[in-house]
């Protein structure tokens, strides 16, 4: 089947702009992840949605950052005012219930602050 | 707090030669422990996977072993090849937490 699609794939954004970014997960799973992957680093938790649970916003870096899950599967992450240190790839994953801990990734979104 | 400190790169190799990346983590409870790989180009995919002490996860010629006396999960192929030339992230997932911790990545090149 499909597996978990990002978009867009790339963004370019000016500093002080929002944007939006869309997760599309695995049909069936219902734990949702964010992550932000900077250059040469490795990856951060970001937000974990499971089900109708309330969110695990432990991860996220500041309020400009926020994300929903709506219908329990799309996610948008979107980023406030963007800053040049948000430029990072964003990766989204998802993964069953029954193996919490087996994550399917998407390709990433790939954004750049000027 | 739980974390995993791998191997910093880049590693270099002549296709045949033997690999090892080490990894080792620091948990507060039992945690699962994992290599992921990310091809160039590609999105990060599971290599393979151990859920307890002792456990040997393996796939595609490449295996680590829990070790919980070592707190130590490091990737080892016997014969690296071209096509292996990806990054490798060790990662942690410990059942208190809904995260996942990652290392930093090691990224490998095999030469011809």
């Known amino acids: 089947g499909a597996g978990v699609s990002q978009s867009p794939s790339n963004k370019v954004t000016e500093k002080g702009k929002d944007v939006e970014l869309r997760c599309d997960p695995i049909?069936?799973?219902?734990?949702l992840y964010w992550y932000r992957q900077s250059l040469g680093q490795g990856l951060e938790f970001l937000i974990y949605?499971?089900?109708?649970?309330?969110?695990?916003k432990s991860g996220l870096p500041s309020d400009r950052f926020s994300a929903e899950r709506t219908g329990g599967s799309v996610s948008t992450l979107t980023i406030q005012r963007t800053q040049q240190e948000d430029s990072a790839v964003y990766l989204c994953?998802?993964?069953?219930?029954?193996?919490?801990?087996?994550?399917?990734f998407g390709p990433g979104t790939r954004l750049t602050v000027t | 707090g739980n974390s995993v400190t791998q191997m910093e790169g880049p590693v270099t190799l002549s296709e045949e030669a033997f690999l090892t990346i080490n990894c080792t983590y620091t948990?507060?409870?039992?945690?699962?422990l994992f290599w992921y790989v990310q091809y160039p180009g590609e999105g990060l995919q599971l290599l393979l996977k151990?859920?307890?002490?002792?456990d040997k996860g393996s796939n595609k010629g490449f295996e680590a072993t829990y070790r919980k006396e070592t707190t130590s999960f490091h990737l080892e192929k016997g014969s690296v090849q071209v096509s292996d030339s990806a990054v490798y992230f060790c990662?942690?997932?410990?059942?208190?937490?809904?995260?996942?911790?990652f290392g930093a990545g090691t990224r490998l090149t095999v030469k011809p």
């Open positions: 049909s069936g799973h219902t734990a």
């Open positions: 994953a998802s993964s069953l219930v029954s193996s919490p801990y087996e994550q399917y």
């Open positions: 948990a507060t409870g039992y945690p699962s």
């Open positions: 990662a942690l997932s410990d059942r208190s937490n809904n995260d996942m911790r």
């Open positions: 949605f499971q089900g109708n649970s309330a969110p695990d």
């Open positions: 151990a859920t307890k002490a002792d």
